[in-house]
T-cell receptor
């Protein structure tokens, strides 16, 4: 373990509430990613960021927001607009500067549930 | 948009037998194809990868093949063991935007749950 850290491990959201998932990495990686994992659907890309102060929408960005103010941090906010937020959320990072920079390093995940 | 199809969704084999998982991708720009293994309650871990300029790669009991023309790639596990039981994800990755903000976007298949019976 270590390298990329997600917190909390479990999170509960009340209806109408925004919640923020933390992702921190000390690998000096430029790129960071957020994936959502639902049973039987694999990993779906929510947002990704290749460099500080820049990020792009993935395939299921609606109801989510991100920021990338620091290289080591890429927090994900699940807003009240996300009507089905219950899922396992995985953060990942990769090093843009290496030949094999597509290799993803994953955090241990956050399980979000709705109360 | 980009899509990766993975089959089968569930695979059960006897210990010592081989297991094969197949994937197809849609984005012609994809040039890197990793496979990740996720054990129950743990994070996905890279087990093997292949680039588009290579047709086959082997690492001990696991091998991956790529047919870029047909946009197919497969994972082969030989002499399976109970500890191989996990969910396996294929993925396809390609450059999305040019520098300085350019980078790779990785699209995953839906996963295959492999059971190895002792």
């Amino acid at each position: 373990d270590g390298g990329i850290t997600q917190s909390p491990k479990y999170l509960f959201r009340k209806e109408g509430q925004n919640v923020t998932l933390s992702c921190e990495q000390n690998l000096n990686h430029d790129a960071m990613y957020w994936y959502r994992q639902d049973p039987g659907q694999g990993l779906r890309l929510i947002y990704y960021s290749q460099i500080v102060n820049d990020f792009q929408k993935g395939d299921i960005a609606e109801g989510y927001s991100v920021s990338r103010e620091k290289k080591e941090s890429f927090p994900l906010t699940v807003t009240s607009a996300q009507k089905n937020p219950t899922a396992f959320y995985l953060c990942a990072s990769s090093d843009r500067g290496q030949p094999t920079n597509e290799k993803l390093f994953f955090g241990s995940g956050t399980q979000l549930s709705v109360l | 948009g980009e899509n990766v199809e993975q089959h089968p969704s569930t695979l059960s084999v006897q210990e010592g037998d081989s297991a094969v998982i197949k994937c197809t991708y849609s984005d012609s720009a994809s040039n890197y194809f990793p496979w990740y293994k996720q054990e129950l309650g743990k994070r996905p871990q890279l087990i093997i990868d292949i680039r588009s300029n290579v047709g086959e790669k082997k690492d001990q009991r696991i091998a991956v093949t790529l047919n870029k023309t047909a946009k197919h790639f497969s994972l082969h596990i030989t002499e399976t063991q109970p500890e191989d039981s996990a969910v396996y994800f294929c993925a396809a990755s390609g450059m999305q935007r040019p520098p300085p903000f350019g980078g790779f976007k990785t699209i995953f298949g839906a996963g295959t749950r492999l059971f190895v019976k002792a």
